[in-house]
Every structure is written in structure tokens, then in C-alpha cells.
């Protein structure tokens, strides 16, 4: 991580983990063949916005719940901790 500046020497934040937990680059590294996105929207349909963020926490959700039940690691089941190491 040459690259990564120290967090005090960074301006805009103290990068501390917990209130500013990255430090973003100065440069994004994207592969020049990837076309990114440049249009966008100020008008967002407020019930279709509801929609599809209720849809993506219910994937998570159920997603959650299946590692849980297929993992047989007692961590996973009764602790609830789905972080891999």
C-alpha cells in the first residue's frame, strides 16, 4: 500500500476507522476498456425508489439467513457473525 498516504497527512478528514473508515485514491484504478456511466437524474420516482430499496434489503436479509442455516458453523447460527476470516 505504497500508494495510501498516512491518514493524518489527508485532508478532509481524521481517517479514523470510525467516523472516516477509508481513504479514498487519488486516482481510481479502472481498467480503460470499462465504460462507466456518465448520465444521471435529479427526479427519482420516490415509490419506485422505496421499491427496489425494500427488494435489495430482503435479498440481503434472505440471503443472511441462508448462510446461516447452511454454514453449520455455531458461530454463524447463534451469534450471528458472517464474517469470513
Known amino acids: 500500500m505504497a500508494d495510501t498516504p498516512h491518514p493524518s497527512s489527508v ?5 479514523d476507522g470510525v467516523t472516516f473508515p477509508y481513504i479514498p485514491k487519488a486516482a481510481l484504478d479502472i481498467d480503460p476498456k470499462l465504460q462507466l456511466h456518465t448520465d444521471w437524474t435529479d427526479k427519482i420516482d420516490p ?3 422505496e421499491v427496489v430499496r425494500h427488494n435489495l434489503w430482503t435479498v440481503n436479509e434472505e440471503l443472511g439467513m441462508t448462510i446461516q442455516r447452511i454454514s453449520g458453523s455455531p458461530v454463524a ?3 450471528f457473525d458472517l464474517n469470513s476470516s
Not at 485532508?11 to 481517517?15: F, T
Open 11 to 15: 485532508p478532509g478528514g481524521p481517517y
Open 47 to 49: 415509490v419506485t425508489y
Open 77 to 79: 447460527m447463534y451469534a
